[in-house]
């Protein structure tokens, strides 16, 4: 998939931006973030797994489907970004919690969006029935017999983590439904010297802290929170036994630290948003219980750019 990504006439490895005021602030060698806040024209890192899996699910169905997702916001726009790239049309399920500008942003690309009273949860399940066998669901979390496009998305991802040339003591990834953190979790641990991994969550969608928590997968109910993207009750069933296997922490963080850590990124010329400067505000909480000092490097996985 890297082969994909870099034959796009978009792509370009996105930045690895050291933050020295971070790294005096935490005690640490280097604190570096990778920002996704421009990523093959979107204001996010999602169209790295979106568009692997429809270029492959699209080998298989050949044709004029038409794509459909759910959505908290990015993940959508990238679907309906591709989409009108290769001429399709799409249709984007988002839960009613999802902003104004959030819709707008994905009717721009020429989507058909359709707001769904309640949980991001919901919406999936709405874009699920909605796609049944005639359309093509374009779902960047997995279920029971809904794995083969999940597990593309997530191997789309990988190029982002195979971008990051250091070798760091600790990768901060947002959770989510957890496949990014299933991607970075894949691939730091097939190397000789795996860092630490720490996940991070909002205390409104602790869907994976408590499935850990619970030494099972389990669905919570959600609330708002500013950290719109990881604003899920059900973690995937792809991610959820390789999170629980190769994270070394997980912690919960609360909208107003979030915020914090998106204003201070901002500060250090890091265009984040709250749910990407989540991994700020989770190495904040965590660090008293990290084994790090002043030679470790630390990279923040930063996901989209601020709103």
């Known amino acids: 998939m890297l082969a994909f990504h870099q034959s796009l006439p978009a792509y370009r490895p996105t930045p690895l931006t050291p933050v020295p005021g971070l790294a005096a602030e935490l005690g640490v060698g280097q604190v570096l973030v990778k920002d996704e806040s421009q990523r093959l024209g979107l204001p996010a890192f999602k169209a790295l797994g979106a568009w692997w899996a429809i270029h492959r699910a699209l080998r298989e169905r050949p044709g004029s489907p038409e794509l459909v997702t759910a959505t908290d916001g990015n993940h959508g726009r990238a679907v309906a970004r591709r989409a009108s790239m290769l001429g399709l049309s799409a249709h984007v399920f ?96 097939s190397e000789a010297a795996a860092p630490m991994m720490l996940g991070v969550e909002p205390s409104a969608a602790a869907c994976v802290t408590t499935s850990l928590l619970s030494g099972e997968l389990v669905s919570v109910p959600t609330s708002k929170t500013v950290m719109a993207g990881l604003n899920c009750g059900t973690p995937s069933t792809l991610a959820w036994p390789v999170l629980r296997a190769g994270l070394d922490h997980a912690i919960t963080v609360e909208d107003d630290d979030a915020l914090q850590a998106s204003t201070d990124l901002g500060a250090a010329g890091i265009s984040s948003g709250p749910s990407g400067a989540a991994t700020l505000a989770g190495l904040r909480a965590a660090r008293s219980r990290l084994d790090l000092g002043p030679d470790s490097t630390v990279v923040l996985i930063s996901t989209e750019a601020a709103h």
């Open 94 to 189: 988002v839960p009613d919690m999802v902003s104004d500008a959030a819709i707008a942003a994905i009717r721009t690309e020429g989507a058909t969006v359709s707001v769904v009273p309640g949980s991001y949860d919901a919406a999936v399940a709405e874009a699920a029935a909605y796609a049944g066998d005639e359309r093509l669901l374009i779902q960047d979390s997995a279920w029971p017999g809904y794995e083969v496009i999940p597990q593309l998305i997530v191997d789309g991802y990988s190029t982002l983590f195979r971008e990051i040339a250091v070798q760091p003591d600790l990768v901060v990834v947002p959770m989510g439904v957890g496949s990014v953190a299933q991607a970075a979790v894949t691939h730091f641990r």
